[in-house]
């Protein structure tokens, strides 16, 4: 989801904080199947997940709600012209 003001569009995306993130106690990445465009996957269990596009993240924060271990954030990166 990106906010359109004046001829400008803030970029947002989802980041993982690999400091955060345990995949040891999840196992199975819940913010990756909770991910509707499917960008972020887990290799296998036990690995850290990975975003596949910033680019293609809309910013919508599904991801972010379904991190349990909050892992997970929007980052609202530069102002690009529309």
Not at 12 to 33: F, H, L, Q
Request: glycine share 6%.
């Amino acid at each position: 989801m990106s906010h359109k003001s004046s001829g400008v569009k803030m970029e947002k995306y989802a980041v993982i904080d690999i400091e955060r993130c345990k995949p040891e106690k999840c196992d199975s990445c819940i913010a990756a199947d909770a991910c509707p465009h499917k960008l972020i996957e887990q290799e296998g269990p036990n690995e850290i997940p990975v975003l596949w596009s910033t680019t293609a993240c809309v910013g919508c924060g599904l991801c972010v709600q379904a991190c349990p271990l909050h892992a997970i954030y929007i980052q609202h990166g530069s102002e690009a012209p529309v």
